[in-house]
């Protein structure tokens, strides 16, 4: 497993070759200092101090990159270096952000569980709070269970995931496999799963003071989404060993959470299946009895997340916590209506979903509510079942869903979060591939709404 931490130095390198940042708009001004040699130099580099551009300059025999810079403190400021420098140590001239570091760890990511990395990447001495080291780990973890194919990373590779977290940090950890989710009740988990010939799973890991506020993460860990009998086009299918990105990222914010010792009484429920097809597979039409009782039709069983989250949920909300986060890749309306790169999300509470999205601003991971539209709980009526698992149109199809979800919530707020968990295209900081979405934004809020304070 990748840990980005590595490419932070805490004691600065004996080569390190300093980096400064140069504002775009105050090139001309900098540019003025140096030699006209220098600045011919620069411009055969075709340097022009833009976000993204860096440039080697030697002077007086000791060599600096500059690097252009917008004036903000983004994962984008430093993000693309890690992997476009040579391989060797830096430090900054300029004073540094925490995003800006943070960036450069995460730019430096590789998914080399199958290839050999061509190349290490660059090294950075900064100062810095421990915390946004184990925020790098974080990403990482969440990274490389996204990345790897369904194949590798079965509901019991999740599971082991966990259980290797719950002995690192002493957490108490329950796993349910198989038919024990039949004797606890976890039905509509059980009936996803079936067909596949790896079982379906629910983790279950508490850890903290049990005196601390209560939060829940749950996660959606469908390991490979095939569609069920409603069967996904090839194109749809591609992507689909990502759909365990929910569980990914409750994980990686799990481990954060412990690592960092927020004084919060911690529970993370993975539910996690393979949405498979052979005899046994459930029908469209079928009726599930979940584990709060409700009764539901299955119209699409490509719709099998929120089946896997209801049971989840309400398991979820007998402890009454405080607050209960999950995360999931749910729906394709989701992106049509905010993108691959904004975490759509829904809370029950106003004040909860403001401050989730200015931290969002605040942590450069973006995050934009959509509503809870109760008028819409006409869609997801049946007329043999309590509920219908997807709606007949597709209009509003990220709120149908979370309106499901919300059936099962109950004695605690809320909040939803509908994901991509992966970067269709390579940004600085952000290579292509699996992405803890929302992660640092969900973090943050929890650390100041429940941190020991400053
Ligand atoms: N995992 C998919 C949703 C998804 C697809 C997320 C692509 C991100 C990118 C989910 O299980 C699904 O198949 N949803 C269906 C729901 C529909 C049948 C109501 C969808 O969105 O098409
Ligand atoms: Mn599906
Ligand atoms: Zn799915």
Known sequence: MNKLSDVLLSTPGENSTPIVLVLTEKFEDWQADLSEGERAWLGRQSFTAKPGQSAWLEQNGSARVICGWDGKDNLATLGHLPMSLPEGDYHLESPVGELQVLGWAMGSYQFNRYKTAKRKPARLFAEL????????????????????????????????????????????????????????????????????????????????????????????????DSGGLDIKPGAGMRLMKKDMGGAAIAIGLAHLIMATQLPVRLRLLIPAAENAISGNAFRPGDVISTYKGLTVEIDNTDAEGRLLLCDALAMASEDKPDLIVDFATLTGAARVAVGTEISAMFSTSDEVAQALQSHGELTDDAVWRLPIHEDYEHMIKSNIADVLNCAASGFAGATTAALFLKKFVSDADWVHFDIMAFNTRARPGRPEGGEPMGLRAVYHYIAERYGPGE
């Open 129 to 224: 709070d421990e915390s946004t080291r184990h925020v790098a780990d974080a990403v990482a973890l969440g990274r490389d269970l996204i990345n790897t194919p369904a194949e590798d990373m079965k509901p019991s590779h999740l599971a082991e995931q966990i259980a290797t977290m719950a002995e690192t940090f002493n957490a108490d950890l329950q796993v349910h496999t198989g038919d024990e989710l039949l004797d606890l009740g976890a039905r509509t988990i059980h009936t996803v799963g079936r067909a596949a010939e790896a079982p379906p799973v629910l983790a279950d890991l508490t850890w903290g003071d049990a005196d601390h506020p209560k939060i829940t993460l749950v996660g959606k860990g469908v390991t490979f």
